[in-house]
């Protein structure tokens, strides 16, 4: 990534836009209960989570939305996050914008004792809805519920 | 891009330690990274046949010395303890490469680079790795056992931690994704899942019990008496001595992480039969990144990337490699790399290995090392698939000798199951 300062914006191509400290503004955001994704003005392509440059275009110049936080949950799985000390599913989501994002699967009728149970979860055309929770260590993270 | 190397490249010489842990292993006892380096780089030196006044520069792979030995810079410290010095007094050029798992596979591509560029003629590559043990400049050559802590911080400090780790996007847990699409896919039932992770155990172990560098080649059948079993299926059935960690996914599917160091010498071919009779040709080579996530989970499109950088590079198909070593950290990534590589067919490879062809004897071997259960040396794992591979294509394996013995060999290393290397050796 290309880090431009105020003075130096003459001498980019693409106009000078400043880079912005991406991570710090999504974390903000999800602390407020917001999660915020990238639009490309260069392709108009949706990006979540955000990153430096655009994967389809190359551009750097975007503009946060909110997502729809709608997803269809394509791939789940079972275990521990042994950091954390916590056992939990995980989902591997394809969000209606495009993306593909994995994390926390939120589903209380799961029973942990008995996990190839998740087998079933596999391709079964479930619908998920993003929500904001917090990690095991305090940190604001977007999960997964299951829509039924 | 024209992916080819403006010089050939082959490979004269290998060494590699004894696998294990400084802590314990007698063999390797009180080591630190220099010691490990040593051994391995000597070995290869000798092996080809050469001195270190020949060699021209140094690559090292290597992942977490920052967290076992508080120590950067490893490539200052082991081109001193390898002795290469310059006729003016100076050291030669060395550095060190991070590439999570990849990191010694990154080593030896920059390398062969360097040499194809004609930058150099010899050069030295490979990886060493201490990520069991803790030892600093408080204790210096004392290891102590890594606590709980300080093993998990070496495994998740290669997740991305402004958003995988506290997301709790685990490469792990995708990686049961991958083998349970693998199977729905190709409509498999979980019965015949079972089937599949308990062959790939059988299929390692009957390689690598004849590894002697192994950490661990104990025959399969003898772990399971020593745990009061007859038969090694109820051994790797029972959830005492194989616990489930990722659904489907048990403790023998992941590796035997242990410390150690590989090296490999590299020579521009015009020269390499000066020195060494029987040289390897570097033929093909190709890297590409991803997540541990793809739209179909079952094929992933880094591995058939880095694989056709491979296959063009060295001109040939997958059709034409003999014996392939796969860097197989938990079992999905022994399948599915297998399949996306063009070593065997789609859906072809949970039914060789349920019918034993990926044995040394087999007509499809793979990971005749044993694999990752045999000990997994993460930053220098490419440098040691290497070397097990030259020995084969040289005929010089031992008691797992391939026969006839193969000509060309393909090597599969992947740092964090998302930075894709492939080498291609042949003879």
């Known amino acids: 990534m290309i880090v431009v300062l105020p003075e130096m914006q003459w001498f980019t191509s693409s106009g000078g836009r400043e880079v912005q400290p991406v991570v710090n503004l999504l974390y903000k955001y999800l602390k407020e209960g917001r999660i ?12 979540f989570p955000p990153q430096g440059l655009c994967p389809n275009c190359g551009s750097n110049d975007f503009s946060w939305i909110p997502m729809s936080g709608r997803g269809k949950l394509m791939f789940a799985s079972i275990g521990p996050h042994r950091m954390m000390g916590i056992q939990f599913l995980q989902g591997t989501v394809r969000l209606e914008e495009g993306p593909w994002v994995s994390g926390m699967l939120l589903d209380e009728s799961f029973d942990l004792s008995q996990p190839e149970k998740i087998w079933d979860y596999n391709e079964a055309d479930i619908n998920v809805v993003m929500e904001v929770v917090k990690n095991p260590e305090g940190v604001e993270a977007v999960a997964f519920r299951v829509v039924r | 891009m024209r992916r080819r190397l403006a010089r050939p490249v082959d490979i004269i010489g290998v060494g590699l330690t004894k696998l294990g842990l400084v802590t314990e292993t ?21 092996d080809a046949g050469i001195t270190t006044k020949e060699i021209d520069a140094l690559f090292v792979g290597n992942m ?16 001193q303890w390898t002795g290469m010095g310059n006729e003016n007094g100076a050291w030669k050029s060395a550095v060190r490469l991070e590439g999570a798992c990849a990191s010694s596979s990154h080593a030896i591509r920059q390398g062969v680079f360097a040499i194809a560029a004609g930058v150099y003629d010899i050069v030295i590559a490979g990886g060493v790795e201490i990520n069991n043990a803790k030892m600093g400049s408080k204790a210096p050559g004392e290891p102590r056992r890594m606590t709980n802590e300080e093993r998990l911080r070496c495994i998740y400090c290669h997740y991305d931690q402004a958003w995988d780790l506290p997301q709790l ?27 599949v992770l308990d062959a790939r155990i059988s299929s390692n172990c009957l390689n690598g019990q004849f590894n002697p560098k192994a950490y661990w080649n104990r025959p399969l059948g003898d772990a399971a008496v020593d745990a009061g079993f007859s038969n090694p299926r109820d051994f790797l059935r029972s959830p005492e001595h194989n616990p489930i960690a990722h659904w489907p996914l ?27 009779k029987k040289p390897i040709h570097y033929l093909g080579t190709g890297n590409a990144h991803g997540t541990t996530m793809s739209e179909k989970m079952y094929t992933h499109p880094m ?6 950088q491979a296959y063009g590079m060295a001109g040939i198909t997958p059709d034409d490699i003999d014996v392939v070593e796969v860097y197989d950290y938990l079992a999905s990534e022994y399948l599915i790399p297998l399949e996306d590589l063009g070593y065997f067919g789609r859906g072809e490879v949970w039914k060789a290995l349920i019918d034993g062809r990926t044995t040394f004897k087999g007509d499809k071997p793979v990971n005749i090392s044993g694999g990752s259960g045999s000990g997994s040396a993460v930053g220098s794992i490419g440098s040691i698939q290497t070397y097990y591979l030259v020995k084969q294509l040289r005929g010089e394996a031992g008691a797992n000798q391939i026969e006839p013995v193969p000509i060309v060999g393909l090597v599969y290393d992947c740092g964090a199951a998302r930075d894709a290397v492939v080498h291609i050796v042949g003879r």
């Open chain 2, 303 to 308: 591995i058939i990337e880095a694989s056709q």
């Open chain 1, 36 to 47: 915020m994704g990238f639009r490309c003005a260069g392709c108009g392509i949706i990006i």
């Open chain 2, 64 to 79: 977490v010395s920052e967290l076992s030995e508080d120590q950067y810079h490893l490539g200052n410290i082991l081109i």
């Open chain 2, 26 to 46: 007698p063999e390797i006892k009180n080591m630190t990274s220099r010691e490990l380096w040593t051994w391995a780089a000597y070995e290869a030196i000798q």
């Open chain 2, 250 to 276: 048990r403790l023998w599917d992941g590796p035997r992480r242990c410390d150690g160091a590989g090296a490999i010498i590299l020579c521009a071919s015009e020269l390499s039969k000066q020195f060494q």
């Open chain 2, 169 to 195: 996007s685990l490469q792990d847990m995708n990686l049961s994704q991958w083998i349970m699409a693998y199977m729905r896919h190709h409509d498999l039932d979980i019965k015949t899942l079972y089937d």
